[in-house]
T-cell receptor, first 114, second 112 residues
């Protein structure tokens, strides 16, 4: 079955540690996205990538880094510079070369930093 | 980006139709209207999208006002599984930024 996988589902880290969240898709989508969701809030865009080896900052990129070395993979690193890293992180992917498109979301990773 | 306005919450009874409203008075001619929904502790799920004409799919219908300043997502027969947060989003086509901006959405409660 095609889809997006995120791992792990739950992640616990100590403050000051960098942590990398995994996102893999087998939908042959060109574009991939990372969002952050805080309790009771909508989603906010962290980074997005339209093609391999290229990515752009979203609305809240500070304290995060990404890479896009393969079409299928778009890992997100939450660095120690991120002031409030505890949140629900969602990865998504979509086609790119269309007038509009739908985004397919993964199940999310809930990160807790103490 | 153009903004959307949705009620914070709505309630419905099982097997009854549900009309979820969305205002987008600053919509431009190239903005598509998207609806997504999010079940608790899950990623959002695409529901439907449209540009000018009303749209139907297996999940829902989208009714778009003639002036495009508002739209309504219609669930024809609500089930308990439809209880979720519903997001109305505008997406500008043809640009280089393939971004969707999610607001707080409408929390739909379905009563048995």
């Amino acid at each position: 079955d095609g889809g997006i996988t995120q791992s792990p589902k739950y992640l616990f880290r100590k403050e000051g540690q960098n942590v990398t969240l995994s996102c893999e898709q087998n939908l042959n989508h060109d574009a991939m996205y990372w969002y952050r969701q805080d309790p009771g809030q909508g989603l906010r865009l962290i980074y997005y990538s339209q093609i391999v080896n290229d990515f752009q900052k979203g609305d809240i990129a500070e304290g995060y880094s990404v890479s896009r070395e393969k079409k299928e993979s778009f890992p997100l690193t939450v660095t120690s510079a991120q002031k409030n890293p505890t949140a629900f992180y969602l990865c998504a992917s979509s086609y790119r070369d269309r007038p509009t498109y739908e985004q397919y979301f993964g199940p999310g990773t809930r990160l807790t930093v103490t | 980006d153009a903004k959307t306005t949705q009620p914070n919450s709505m309630e419905s009874n099982e097997e009854e139709p549900v009309h979820l409203p969305c205002n987008h008075s600053t919509i431009s001619g190239t903005d598509y209207i998207h609806w997504y929904r999010q079940l608790p502790s899950q990623g959002p799920e695409y529901v439907i999208h449209g540009l000018t004409s009303n749209v139907n799919n297996r999940m829902a219908s989208l009714a778009i006002a003639e002036d495009r300043k508002s739209s309504t997502l219609i669930l024809h027969r609500a089930t308990l599984r439809d209880a979720a947060v519903y997001y109305c989003i505008l997406e500008r086509s043809g640009g280089s930024n393939y971004k969707l901006t999610f607001g707080k959405g409408t929390l739909l409660t379905v009563n048995p």
